[in-house]
Every structure is written in C-alpha cells, then in structure tokens.
C-alpha cells in the first residue's frame, strides 16, 4: 500500500528532519499515541482534531481540505516542554512545503497552551509529565 | 419536491466556473394605476408588462471576473436558466488560511 497524501506524513518528516527538535526527542514523534514500549519523555504526540472541505456545486470537494492537528510536546521538565514547543512552532508554523505526495499548502498556529499531567493511583510511580499543546490550522492537497 | 443543489453546471462565455452559490432574480416595473376613485381603505392597483430585471449573483472559487465583459451564460442541472449576461459587478477576495474566493453579479437579457 502506498503512503497517502497526508499533513501527517509531512508533520512527521519536518520534525524527524530539524535537528533541535531531534536533539531533544530522540525522533519520538508519535502519531495519535505513544507506545508503551519505548515512549519515553520527552516526546511529541500529534493528531487530528477535525477536518472539513470546500465543495463546488458541479464537482462537490475541491480538494483543498483543511484539519486541525494537535501536536504535543511533553517533557518531565516544564524548561524542555517548552523549549521543545517553540522548536516545534519554528519547524511548522507558517512552513509548508511537500514530502512525497504530501504537499501541505497552508500551515499555521492557531492556539497555544501549557498544561501538565501528575499520575494518579495505578500510574502513581510515573514521574509528573508537562504539556505545551499547539494546535495547527493545516490545509493540503489531495 | 425538494431537489438538491448538487450537480448544478454555471458557465459564462464558454467558461465552466466553480460555483458555491448561484441566485436567480427576475423583477419587473410596475405602475401604481390607482386613481382618485379607490375607496376608502381599498389597496393600491398596480399594472405589470413593462420592462423587467433579470439577475444572476454567483459566489465561487477563483479570479475575478472582469466588469463589462458580455456573454453566453448558462445554468443546467437542477436549476435551468439562459441568456446574454453582462457582468454588473464583480469582487475577489484572499484571506489567510483561506481559498480564493470570487463574487459576481451579472444583468440578463
């Protein structure tokens, strides 16, 4: 089966391809979730959050379809979370460009916020883990 | 019986555009005929058959349309109309994170 022509697969390259943000994650970038095995902090989760289309009346999708994806970069230091986050945002925001047959035409930052997570009862001896969460405004190709 | 707007085809001088939105207006200039014999309360009278309006407001993915530039127009699909039309106005508009949009409006004859 062929790759699919998708912002993920371009988010993914970006991020696997800009050495300050590889230096910090050791190219654990995960697509909707982390692995049990081998997903240690720090990281960077990403997914869709929603997408919608433009559609003519003669031919319906114009084929420029737009999503928001969430990329969250994780750390159990709130310094690196964040310095990972704005490696993040310097490697995608306002940075597109085609990998393969994936050409994103649009890409920007739309929101931006810092959360944490403290492991409660059975995940208790799991260290205390912050978030910068960004949401992007993709539209690509298909 | 209601119809979907799906598989409408707009063309304009032998170019098909990408509609979004197609509105057909007609109308026609009536005289008020009432005279100082109406009674009272009694509504107005009004006489049609003089000249008429027709015209086609479209919305669309694209460049603008140039003012002036006369045509063969032509909608077919769920919603049938035709004639020589003449674009009255026209607007194009670009915004971040967003596509090419167009407007325009055309006089039918």
Same mark, same amino acid.
């Given at each position: 089966?062929?790759?699919?022509?998708?912002?993920?697969?371009?988010?993914?390259?970006?991020?696997?391809?800009?050495?300050?943000v590889?230096?910090?994650?050791? $190219?654990?970038?995960?697509?909707?979730?982390?692995?049990?095995v081998?997903?240690?902090?720090?990281?960077?989760? $990403?997914?869709?959050?929603?997408?919608?289309?433009?559609?003519?009346?003669?031919?319906?999708?114009?084929g420029?379809?737009?999503?928001?994806?969430?990329?969250?970069?994780?750390?159990?230091?709130?310094?690196?979370?964040?310095?990972?986050?704005?490696?993040?945002?310097?490697?995608?925001?306002?940075?597109?460009?085609a990998?393969?047959?994936?050409?994103?035409?649009?890409?920007?930052?739309?929101?931006?916020?810092?959360?944490?997570?403290?492991?409660?009862?059975?995940?208790?001896?799991?260290?205390?883990?912050?978030?910068?969460?960004?949401?992007?405004?993709?539209r690509?190709q298909? | 019986?209601?119809?979907?707007?799906?598989?409408?085809?707009?063309?304009? #001088? *032998?170019?098909?555009?990408?509609?979004?939105?197609?509105?057909?207006?007609e /109308?026609?200039? +009536?005289?008020?005929?009432?005279?100082?014999? @109406?009674?009272?309360?009694?509504?107005?009278?009004?006489? #049609? #058959?003089?000249?008429?309006d027709?015209?086609?407001?479209?919305?669309?993915?694209?460049?603008? +349309?140039?003012? *002036? @530039?006369?045509?063969?127009?032509?909608?077919s #699909?769920? +919603? /049938?109309?035709a004639?020589?039309?003449?674009? /009255?106005?026209?607007? @194009?508009?670009?915004?971040?994170?967003?596509? @090419?949009? *167009? /407007?325009?409006?055309?006089?039918?004859?």
């Amino acid at each position: 089966m062929s790759n699919p022509s998708t912002p993920e697969i371009y988010i993914n390259y970006r991020l696997n391809s800009e050495p300050e943000v590889v230096a910090m994650t050791g $190219y654990r970038h995960y697509a909707i979730f982390v692995p049990k095995v081998g997903g240690e902090l720090p990281f960077v989760v $990403y997914a869709r959050r929603n997408a919608s289309g433009e559609d003519t009346l003669r031919d319906g999708p114009v084929g420029l379809p737009m999503t928001h994806v969430q990329i969250s970069s994780w750390s159990e230091d709130p310094d690196e979370a964040r310095r990972l986050g704005d490696a993040v945002r310097r490697t995608l925001d306002g940075r597109p460009g085609a990998v393969g047959d994936a050409t994103i035409v649009d890409i920007r930052l739309v929101t931006e916020a810092d959360d944490f997570v403290e492991p409660q009862g059975a995940g208790a001896q799991l260290p205390l883990a912050y978030e910068v969460r960004q949401l992007y405004q993709v539209r690509w190709q298909q | 019986m209601a119809v979907s707007s799906q598989g409408l085809t707009f063309t304009f #001088g *032998g170019t098909a555009l990408s509609v979004t939105n197609v509105q057909v207006n007609e /109308s026609q200039d +009536l005289v008020d005929a009432t005279d100082l014999g @109406v009674a009272q309360n009694d509504r107005r009278i009004y006489i #049609g #058959g003089f000249a008429s309006d027709a015209e086609v407001t479209i919305e669309y993915f694209g460049n603008l +349309l140039t003012s *002036g @530039v006369s045509g063969a127009l032509d909608i077919s #699909g769920p +919603l /049938s109309y035709a004639g020589v039309a003449t674009v /009255s106005s026209s607007s @194009v508009t670009a915004a971040v994170g967003d596509l @090419v949009r *167009g /407007s325009a409006s055309f006089r039918v004859r």
